[in-house]
């Protein structure tokens, strides 16, 4: 049995994979082969296995990985599994802090690893659109297109980490502008796999990427996406920087070239170490001036479209405010409308009262009247 780590890079059509892998299901079971998406057993959000396997210490990763070892013999005996696949990009760059996880996971199974690697001019402004954009993960503003990239290059290196655990076992693929990523890594790993009809689209187009980074750049706390998609446009009132300064810092790429040349030796030491050479890679010219009057263009539908849906929100909000009101308005009225029903028939209740009680008087006036009277008459025969 073999099991294949599919460790991204990120950026380099993981999401194509993982979604064809999942569409195969039935397809991958008759070719006796298992997609599992976490390496360790039995946690309940599977998205957060990394993080588990991270805050481990040396013995705890040792143990998951038996028992994720322990597991998957399991599928082997009672399933008939020859081929178990975990895909998840996230591993590229956390060899050193689950270092001996993987050891571990060396020592008890026949681990492959697979790695997509793209030539730097075309994965640093695509890892920097998600990552230093769209995703802005450190409080404060977005960072520059120079700064950031300067921090990503760096995951380049990660690649050593993976051969010195694995060695002959990781295998390099290219990932190049109009490549099938997904058939590439079916005949890696050996299965047939269908491609995914749904597109996936690797970053956001030039004008949406721009709204984010006006919008993340203002927001003081980290920045996920769904911040952006939720909220869509700022409403404080703040001054609007201008435009130009959007473009000069995050999407000026002139600084691309001479990073990647200042950082020429970690290239020339895959094709030393490992025979790939990156650089060779087919690359677009992500380095050449971005195409403002496009962009401008872009905006200009958004706007329109982003003014007339805003309007609509606005106009909503107004009459379920005006409703409002009219009901309180309306309940406030009535209010007062009975209690002033309420005082009027008190006084009512109290002038019957008082006529009552200026009627007895009155008849017990005649009454005395009339004693009077006959006391006196009597008086006098």
Do not use: C
């Not at 984010?212 to 998609?229: C, E, G, I, S, Y």
Request: glycine residues 4%; negative net charge; proline residues 4%.
């Amino acid at each position: 049995m073999k099991v294949f780590l599919h460790v991204g890079m990120g950026k380099t059509g993981t999401t194509s994979i993982q979604a064809a892998l999942r569409e195969g299901t039935e397809e991958l079971a008759l070719q006796h082969v298992k997609v599992v998406e976490e390496l360790v057993p039995d946690v309940e959000d599977k998205r957060t296995y990394l993080n588990i396997l991270q805050s481990a210490d040396a013995e705890e990763q040792e143990e998951y990985a038996k028992s994720f070892a322990s597991e998957v013999k399991k599928l082997s005996e009672a399933k008939g599994v020859e081929t178990v696949i975990v895909s998840n990009e996230g591993l590229f760059g956390t060899v050193a802090r689950i270092e001996p996880f993987l050891k571990a996971l060396k020592s008890n199974l026949d681990v492959q690893v697979i790695a997509f690697i793209r030539h730097p001019s075309d994965w640093l402004p695509s890892a920097y659109a998600q990552w230093g954009i769209s995703h802005k993960r450190n409080p404060g503003k977005v960072p520059t297109f120079e700064v950031e990239t300067r921090r990503l290059i760096h995951l380049y290196k990660s690649i050593d980490d993976w051969y010195k655990i694995f060695e002959d076992q990781v295998t390099l693929l290219p990932y190049e502008p109009g490549s099938d990523t997904v058939a590439v890594f079916a005949d890696a790993v050996g299965i047939e796999l269908s491609p995914v009809e749904k597109r996936f689209l690797s970053r956001s187009e030039d004008a949406e990427l721009l709204m984010r980074a006006v919008f993340n750049d203002q927001q003081k706390p980290a920045a996920l996406p769904a911040r952006f998609n939720r909220i869509v446009m700022n409403t404080k009132r703040k001054p609007i920087p201008s435009r130009q300064y959007y473009f000069e810092n995050h999407f000026d790429k002139s600084s691309l070239e001479p990073l990647i040349e200042e950082r020429a030796a970690v290239f020339d030491s895959y094709k030393e170490k490992y025979g790939f050479d990156v650089l060779a890679l087919k690359s677009k010219d992500s380095a050449k001036p971005i195409d403002e009057a496009q962009i401008d263009s872009r905006l200009m539908d958004y706007l329109v479209h982003l003014t007339l849906a805003h309007a609509r929100r606005l106009h909503k909000l107004e009459n379920a405010k005006s409703d409002d009101s009219e009901a309180v308005e309306t309940g406030t009225l009535k209010s007062v409308k009975d209690d002033l029903l309420a005082e009027i028939n008190t006084l009512r209740s109290e002038v019957s009262d008082l006529r009552a009680l200026v009627d007895r008087s009155e008849k017990s006036d005649l009454n005395n009247s009339a004693f009077d009277k006959t006391a006196v008459s009597g008086s006098e025969g």
